[in-house]
């Protein structure tokens, strides 16, 4: 089993895109909420500046990613909490000995740094693989077979749960069967995955149920 972080592990991805359009908007791109989780989500901040250069025709400042992390480290050292309902679903796999990592396009500091503030290091120390890791992030598979090879498992018998269209995307490409958790990202932009859910506890009761996760189908399962 591989976890993304940001959003299925930690409740970070409200804090992050707040920031993150707060930045942008700030240095002369008009930005929403809205539009950096339809654009942005799943990626790294240098996704980000490659994308934001492109479409602006101009760079942004040498210290984008600096002030970025700033900011979101003093609003997840305020505000952040674990998804509710992920330790319960690691106490199965674990009751299960079904072994499990985190995969993340965050950086090795952020990563740490989430797992660390909500109570979960302790649980993935070891197990815990970033972007830095590999020499393609999401929406390339690398990150994603690194983990599973780290795990000694096949691709497709290792199933990802992820939060963001690149990160389902990256995924699909590596073979692997994933479970779309929108409970901040609209469905609509996940539905590459094999099930869509609202929260961690209706993936738990699909990883209980275990293969074939096809047998529920494309259809967003909704909220309850």
């Not at 505000?79 to 674990?94: F, H, I, Q, T």
């Not at 499990?100 to 952020?110: D, F, K």
């Not at 390339?140 to 795990?151: I, K």
């Amino acid at each position: 089993m591989v976890f993304d972080n940001d959003g299925v592990l930690v409740d970070s991805e409200r804090l992050a895109n707040d920031v993150l359009a707060r930045l942008l908007t700030g240095l002369g791109h008009p930005t929403t909420f809205e539009e950096c989780v339809a654009t942005y989500l799943g990626g790294t901040i240098q996704r980000v500046r490659e994308l934001v250069e492109a479409a602006a025709g101009r760079t942004l400042p040498a210290d984008f990613e600096d002030r970025y992390h700033l900011d979101l480290f003093a609003a997840l050292d305020a505000g952040l909490v674990a998804v509710p309902g992920v330790a319960s679903v690691l106490d199965e796999l674990e009751r299960s000995a079904v072994p499990y990592c985190v995969a993340s396009s965050g950086s090795r500091e952020r990563i740490e740094r989430t797992l660390r503030k909500v109570g979960l290091w302790d649980r993935f120390e070891g197990r815990a693989f970033s972007a830095e890791d590999v020499a393609r992030g999401k929406p390339a598979p690398d990150l994603f077979l690194r983990a599973a090879a780290c795990l000694g498992a096949e691709p497709a018998a290792t199933v990802v749960i992820e939060d963001s269209p690149l990160g389902v995307e990256a995924a699909v490409a590596a073979g692997m069967p994933v479970v779309g958790l929108a409970a901040v990202t609209p469905p609509t932009l996940l539905e590459d995955a094999v099930v869509v859910v609202a929260t961690m506890a209706q993936a738990g009761a699909v990883i209980r149920a275990g293969p074939p996760l096809d047998a529920y189908g494309s259809s967003f399962v909704g909220k309850g």
